[in-house]
Each structure stands twice: as structure tokens, then as C-alpha cells.
């Protein structure tokens, strides 16, 4: 499940499992994935349920910005797939299926 809304990235474990069980009206205990962007889309955090405590995933890329999810007839957040979710994390944009603007290390 991806918020549609910004999240503030100091926000950890507590804060980002009631913006999926307040914002997203999901169990945050369920085992899904609740992914988070910040508002300039260059930060997500993933919450998820490891059977015995919550873990966080965070990244931020050297360059460029994630394709941030904000639709209208969704005000909370949206489900999506896990390919769609490994296109995302690896910057590519779900609607047109380019690559966006990334660092590249050259070694």
C-alpha cells in the first residue's frame, strides 16, 4: 500500500503504522508493505510486520526523486503490485515506463 499523502521522514515505527492503520485504514500487523514518500519525493520509507516486531526499509538516491503516488479518487493511499514497487524503488516511472534522472556511479 502506497500513501498518497507526504510523510514526514522523522516519523518511525509508531508514527508510520498509524498512517496506515488512521490514514490508509490498514493493519499495519497485516504483513503488507506501507510505503511512504516525503514531499519533494526523494526519500521513502517502507513499513512492514516481520512476524515478531515492525521493520523499516529507507533510501535515498544520490540524485533524482522517486514518482511520488497522489491521485484524488484515492485521498489516503493505493494498492499497488510488487513489480510495480521494484519499478518505483529503482526509479522508473509507472506511467510511461521510463527511467528517471538517477545517480550512476562510474568506477
Not at 521522514?9 to 508510520?16: A, E, K, P, T, V
Not at 540524485?63 to 503516488?69: N, P, R, S
Not at 519499478?87 to 538517477?102: E, S, Y
Amino acid at each position: 500500500f502506497v500513501s498518497t499523502q507526504p510523510a514526514d521522514m522523522r516519523r518511525s515505527f509508531d508514527g508510520l503504522a498509524m498512517m496506515a492503520r488512521e490514514g490508509m485504514r490498514q493493519d499495519p500487523l497485516s504483513g503488507h508493505l506501507f510505503v511512504f514518500f516525503n514531499r519533494r519525493g526523494d526519500r521513502v520509507k517502507i513499513l512492514f510486520w516481520d512476524h515478531d516486531g515492525f521493520a523499516i526499509f529507507y533510501k535515498r538516491p544520490e540524485a533524482g526523486t522517486f514518482q511520488t503516488l497522489r491521485t484524488s479518487n484515492d485521498p489516503e493511499g493505493i494498492e499497488i503490485e510488487y513489480g510495480q514497487l521494484a519499478k518505483l524503488l529503482n526509479g522508473v516511472d509507472l506511467n510511461t515506463g521510463r527511467r528517471r534522472r538517477r545517480y550512476h556511479h562510474i568506477a
